[in-house]
């Protein structure tokens, strides 16, 4: 007698193989048979309408506080995610002694948009080491698996205090190497690290890592290729420093720690801008061409649809956050800020740092959102430069004078990236590329979780671009080969029974709402899924359309 059998479903077992009808019977939360399966079991769930695949696996989330909270991981679980990574970018929870628990929070609180209330009411600590934290996680119950990286940031700063805004001295760098393989030798997934201008600690400078120079980068990869397993996730330059359609950023850099490490190198992200447009898929055909000719392991990460952020002036905005005079006003007190805004001086020093290399693509891209005031209510949906033209303004100052008369309260959305249907679809084609969702980081500006069931409608159902097989390949052979998950990815007799079912017809995502459900009763973007039916991680149902079960059978996800 089996616990759990699917029967009549459309398998798609992950591998890229043709899907084919069948059953699939689960015992001690793995699959023991799939084909016609007549012995009974405890329980049956008729798939007949429905595609069966490997549970979703994403690996690249910042969930690292939120499972003190939330033990199914939403909004990942809703969209039928059984497996997370966090970690990512650098930005860990350990190692973390008690004098940097306060820098640890609120750079998290800024860079990764995480409310500072909630972190300080939800997180208990009790950790200090990489070993600990993995032991808090594994008391944890947890309805998804969850696999951590070690993050250089975390590093950097439990081994340089408060003075790590310099380069490190041997000494400092042979103490991180020995936490980088304590980490992995403990059970991390991998090391992360962020070269990212973009990201700001609490103090509104550059985060840790960002101030590592190479002879600090190869040093701990060469730690992530001494322990023989592991990846070296990076939250890239060439992100936030776009120059033309045919440089490439730091590629090299990352291929030389793919040659260093002898370990895969993924890194966040690869994007289409306007501005450039050519770029993005330059630096995959380079890519491809470093992969061929000195036999590296490279993983650029993608995203899914265009990016479309949510900004407001009392909040780190992303698309302006690498840029000096933006972000200084940016971490002003509130009642500085709209004077900053009117200095002349200081626009124009906004105004030729928007000239030079970002991530920027341009004012007809940002949209007034939600207006403060009354008189101003009939903005809401015009581009600043359509509102610009109306004024005979130039858009800069029409967008800042506008922040002013609402004291800095006006919701803005930008698209900043991914906005060109035809280049997505050419990079979800490449065949070493990753989703990137950031699913559980920038709780208040997007919230990208239900990549996964925009991938399985858009660009399956909606355009077939992929193939069903392709798609479900893309969310789960393809992250857990690249990260080492040699056991997960797959609806293999032996394996754990990681299972999502769906209706190909009705699976999709609806628009984000905003909720106040974390501690501290602080707001945070969700998005909820369509036609998940059921989700299924080692062997037990945790979720039934977007209703929990009431199990938690997630596991920690250790390096091998």
């Known amino acids: 007698m089996y616990s759990l059998k699917i029967k009549n479903g459309t398998i798609v077992d992950g591998t890229g193989s043709p899907r084919f009808r069948g059953d699939i019977a689960i015992a001690h939360g793995r699959i023991a048979e799939i084909g016609k399966i007549s012995s009974g079991a405890e329980r049956v769930l008729d798939a007949s309408d429905l595609v069966v695949a490997p ?23 809703w969209h039928g995610v059984t497996s997370v990574v966090t970690g990512n970018c650098g930005f860990t929870l350990a190692p973390c002694r008690p004098e940097n628990r306060e820098y640890i929070t609120r750079m998290l609180a800024v860079v990764e948009d995480m409310s500072l209330a909630a972190l300080q009411a939800g997180l208990p600590w009790g950790w200090e080491d990489y070993r600990s934290f993995l032991a808090a996680i594994e008391r944890r119950p947890k309805a998804l698996n969850m696999g951590c990286l070690v993050g250089h940031s975390a590093i950097r700063r439990d081994v340089l205090g408060a003075g790590f805004r310099r380069p490190a001295n041997g000494p400092e760098i042979t103490t991180m190497q020995e936490l980088t393989v304590q980490a992995l030798l403990a059970g991390a997934l991998g090391l992360s690290t962020s070269r990212q201008p973009l990201h700001a600690d609490g103090d509104g400078d550059h ?44 590629l090299a850099d990352l291929v030389w720690l793919a040659k260093t490490s002898g370990r895969p190198v993924t890194w966040a992200s690869v994007r289409y801008l306007p501005r450039f447009p050519g770029r993005c898929m330059n630096i995959l055909a380079e890519t491809s061409k470093a992969i061929a000719e000195q036999g590296v392991r490279l993983f650029p990460q993608i995203g ?4 479309d952020l949510h900004l407001n002036w009392h909040k780190l905005m992303p698309v302006f956050a690498h840029l000096p005079t933006w972000r200084k006003v940016m971490f002003l007190p509130a009642h500085e800020m709209t004077d900053a805004l ?14 030079g290399p970002n991530v920027f693509s341009g ?21 600043i430069t359509a509102l610009a033209a109306a004024q005979g303004k130039d858009p800069l100052d029409a967008y800042l004078d506008l922040c002013i008369a609402e004291d800095c309260d006006t919701d803005f959305i930008c698209q900043t990236a991914d906005n060109s249907d035809q280049a997505l679809g050419r990079m979800l084609k490449h065949p070493n590329t990753l989703l990137e969702t950031d699913a559980g980081a920038h709780l208040s500006s997007i919230c990208n979780a239900d990549f996964p069931t925009y991938l399985l ?65 602080q707001s945070r973007l969700i998005r909820e899924a369509e036609g998940i039916h059921s989700v299924i991680v080692n062997g037990e149902i945790v979720m039934q359309g977007t209703k929990p079960s009431g199990a938690f059978p997630g596991q920690v996800l250790k390096g091998a």
């Open 55 to 77: 549970g979703f696996i994403d690996q690249h989330t910042h969930y690292d506080a939120q499972v003190f909270w939330d033990p199914y991981f939403t909004s990942s679980s």
């Open 207 to 250: 985060v840790p890592s960002f101030y590592a120079d190479m002879e600090e980068l190869s040093a701990l990869a060469r730690a992530v290729g001494k322990v023989g397993r592991g990846i070296i996730e990076v939250s890239s330059k060439m992100v936030a420093t776009p120059r033309s359609d045919s440089e490439t950023g730091d």
């Open 304 to 307: 899914a649809r265009p990016i």
């Open 342 to 355: 009117r200095d002349p001086a200081i626009r124009a020093a906004m105004r030729a740092e928007l000239a």
């Open 363 to 383: 004012w007809q891209f940002v949209y007034v959102e939600k207006a403060k005031r009354p008189e101003h209510k009939s903005l809401e949906g015009q581009s």
């Open 457 to 521: 409608s858009h660009w399956v159902r909606d355009t077939g671009i992929l193939s069903l097989e392709d798609a479900v390949a893309r969310l789960t052979t393809y992250p857990a080969d690249a990260f080492g998950l040699t056991d997960r990815g797959r609806i293999k007799p032996g394996f754990p029974a990681d299972v999502v079912l769906f209706d190909p017809l009705r699976v999709g995502s609806v628009k984000p709402r905003l909720v106040q459900d974390l501690p501290a009763n």
